[in-house]
C-alpha cells in the first residue's frame, strides 16, 4: 500500500484509526513494527526491556510486526505481546524458518496466517515497513542498522510519514544520538527532521512518543534544504 498519506486519528482506542490514502473510512489497528537482535548472547536486560515493550504496545491495543524469530529481541517482543494476550504477526525469509517462533507455526510446523514467508531479504523488508505504522528499533547490529536507517532515509525524502523511534536500553544508541545531532548542526540532515524520530530512554518515553506524534511538525519533499 501506499504510505503517502498518514493519520493516527486515536492511538489509545483499542482499534486505532489510519487514514490510508485520503480514504478516512479506512480502518484497521495501528501496527508497530519492531526491529531488534536475534543474539541469544547479549546482556539480559535487552531482553526484559524489549519484552516489556511487546507487552506495552499490546496493552495499547496496538497489534504488533516484527521478522519473527524465537531468539533474541524478536523473541522478547514476541513474547511480551502474547503475556498480554495482543496480536503480533511477522514476515519471515524463508531460509530462517527453522528458526521461527513456535507461536507463527501450527502443530505441523506449518505456517499459520499470521506468518508472511518470503523468498528474499528484501521482501522480507519491504514486507515489515508495509506493515507498520510506526518503527521501534530495539538494540541490534547491522540487520537491525540497515533497518531503522532505510526507514530514517525515506522518511527524510518524504517516502512516509511514520514516527521512528530507537530505543535506548542501556545507552546502546547514545552513539548514534550524538552523531543524528552532529549530521543536522553540519546539515547534512534538515533540522525539523529532529521531529520524525526520538532516542527513547525507557518503553513508557517510546509509547508516550508515538501517541503525541504530530507528522505536521516535519513535512519533507525531496530537494528540499530548508
Not at 530514517?152 to 544520538?177: C, M
Request: with cysteine.
Amino acid at each position: 500500500r501506499s504510505c503517502s498519506t498518514f493519520c493516527l486519528l486515536n492511538p489509545s482506542s483499542k482499534s486505532a484509526n489510519i487514514a490510508m490514502n485520503g480514504d478516512s473510512s479506512s480502518t484497521r489497528p495501528f501496527t508497530v513494527c519492531i526491529y531488534g537482535s536475534a543474539s541469544n548472547r547479549i546482556h539480559e536486560e535487552y531482553r526484559q526491556v524489549t519484552f516489556d515493550l511487546g507487552a506495552h504496545i499490546a496493552r495499547q491495543g496496538w497489534h504488533q510486526v516484527n521478522g519473527g524469530g524465537s531468539t533474541g529481541l524478536m523473541c522478547a517482543a514476541t513474547d511480551g505481546a502474547l503475556s498480554e494476550n495482543g496480536h503480533v504477526s511477522a514476515v519471515i525469509y524463508d531460509k530462517f524458518l527453522k528458526y521461527c517462533h513456535p507461536h507463527f507455526l501450527d502443530d505441523h510446523g506449518n505456517p499459520r496466517p499470521s506468518l508472511e514467508v518470503v523468498d528474499s531479504m528484501t521482501l522480507r523488508k519491504k514486507g515489515l515497513y508495509d506493515s507498520g505504522d510506526a518503527f521501534i528499533a530495539a538494540p541490534g547490529g547491522l540487520g537491525t542498522m540497515e533497518e531503522i536507517m532505510e526507514v530514517l532515509s525515506w522518511r527524510q525524502i518524504g517516502l512516509h510519514e511514520k514516527p521512528i523511534v530507537f530505543l535506548n536500553t542501556r545507552g546502546f544508541y547514545d552513539e548514534i544520538a550524538r552523531w543524528m545531532i552532529k549530521a543536522m548542526e553540519e546539515e547534512f540532515i534538515i533540522d525539523r527532521f529532529k521531529f520524525t524520530y526520538t532516542i527513547a530512554g525507557s518503553v513508557g518515553e517510546a509509547i508516550d512518543f508515538l501517541h503525541k506524534y504530530d507528522k505536521s511538525k516535519a513535512v519533507f519533499e525531496i530537494g528540499q534544504k530548508t
